[in-house]
């Protein structure tokens, strides 16, 4: 285990996605390394981040054909405003799995509001306007009257840093995999709102990959 974590180079797609496949199966998120459900930050440079936060009472916000591409805008959006390199993304219907790497000196909680903070922005205005009767499923009351809106559950979700190549490469799959194991689909490169399609088939996504910053094996 080096300090720089995984910082390194991938030098080419195919060579990242035989060795997603080479590694042993594990359709677990096992907790290796911290975890929290109200998510705590480790900001240490280069280390990757396996990210999951869900929406509000975990309810199905992501069905259909319109809120995931805003979400999708609002991923791609961020990566400018807080740099960060994506590896992989998927987004459920009720939750979203990310695995990226913040650039040094940037905190994760600043790449999550970033990410999280314009898609309730986006959702709340679009509702306000034309579908008003859905307000009440957005609606958190707290215990002294305030109401606030929400599109995202309460709390951080699940950060875990991954400080090796293999557990980077397995969370990658794990991500990629969700929607089979849910019986979505049959093929993982079938989901429309995965990163899965451009690692397995090179077509390209809705939000690029950071091929070039994808970690390699560290040769001894």
């Given at each position: 285990m080096?300090?720089?974590?995984?910082?390194?180079?991938?030098?080419?797609?195919?060579?990242?996605?035989?060795l997603l496949?080479?590694?042993?199966?594990d359709s677990t998120l096992s907790p290796v390394g911290p975890t929290r459900t109200h998510r705590k930050s480790w900001d240490v440079d280069w280390d990757?981040?396996?990210?999951?936060?869900?929406?509000?009472?975990?309810q199905a916000f992501f069905l259909?054909?319109?809120?995931?591409?805003?979400?999708?805008?609002?991923?791609?959006?961020?990566?400018?405003?807080?740099?960060?390199?994506?590896?992989?993304?998927?987004?459920?219907?009720?939750?979203?799995?990310?695995?990226?790497?913040?650039?040094?000196g940037v905190p994760m909680r600043r790449v999550l509001w970033q990410i999280k903070r314009p898609m309730t922005a986006s959702v709340l205005s679009w509702v306000r306007r034309y579908a008003p009767t859905f307000l009440p499923r957005m609606t958190d009351k707290h215990p002294g009257g305030k109401v606030v809106y929400r599109f995202w559950q309460r709390g951080g979700g699940h950060d875990r840093n991954l400080r090796s190549v293999g557990d980077v490469y397995e969370k990658i799959r794990y991500v990629h995999e969700n929607p089979v194991r849910r019986g979505l689909i049959e093929r993982a490169e079938d989901w429309l709102w995965?990163?899965?399609?451009?690692?397995?088939?090179?077509?390209?996504?809705?939000?690029?990959?950071?091929w070039d910053a994808m970690p390699e094996p560290q040769v001894r």
């Open positions: 080096q300090d720089r974590g995984c910082r390194g180079l991938r030098r080419s797609r195919n060579h990242a996605y035989s496949h080479a590694l042993p199966q990757v981040h396996c990210l999951t936060f869900s929406t509000f009472q975990r259909g054909k319109r809120t995931p591409p805003w979400f999708l805008a609002s991923l791609a959006l961020a990566r400018e405003r807080s740099p960060f390199h994506l590896f992989a993304y998927v987004v459920m219907p009720e939750h979203v799995h990310l695995v990226l790497q913040p650039l040094p995965s990163s899965a399609a451009e690692w397995i088939t090179g077509k390209k996504g809705p939000v690029i990959i950071d």
